[in-house]
Nanobody
Framework: QVQLVESGGGLVQAGGSLRLSCAAS???????MGWYRQAPGQQRVMVAS???????HYADTMKGRFTISRDSAKNTVYLQMNNLKPEDTAVYYC?????????WGQGTQVTVSS
């Protein structure tokens, strides 16, 4: 089973930027991938997804601020997050999309201060 390891989170002020990375232990270039996040006390939700053909989709609140991309040669998926808001504070995870085929990793914590 492919393992996914997220990194790149941290503490940032509102309006700042972060770039998250998701490294896969195996080939993922034929699969649709997604970034998800889970805020305290809330359910995990999809943030952005990227198809095997490169098409992307975003949750409404992320449009224009977040950009998902992938490097198939490196088996890595990225999430560039700009103009971060306090409500973006959450643990961010990556997984296959729309079905999370891999076990959930530890995620990477993103904290946005006001």
């Amino acid at each position: 089973q492919v393992q996914l390891v997220e990194s790149g989170g941290g503490l940032v002020q509102a309006g700042g930027s972060l770039r998250l990375s998701c490294a896969a232990s195996g080939s993922i270039f034929r699969f649709n991938m997604g970034w998800y996040r889970q805020a305290p006390g809330q359910q995990r939700v999809m943030v952005a997804s990227i198809m095997a053909d490169g098409n992307t989709h975003y949750a409404d609140t992320m449009k224009g601020r977040f950009t998902i991309s992938r490097d198939s040669a490196k088996n890595t998926v990225y999430l560039q997050m700009n103009n971060l808001k306090p409500e973006d504070t959450a643990v961010y995870y990556c997984n296959f999309w729309p079905t999370a085929l891999a076990s959930w990793g530890q995620g990477t914590q993103v904290t946005v201060s006001s």
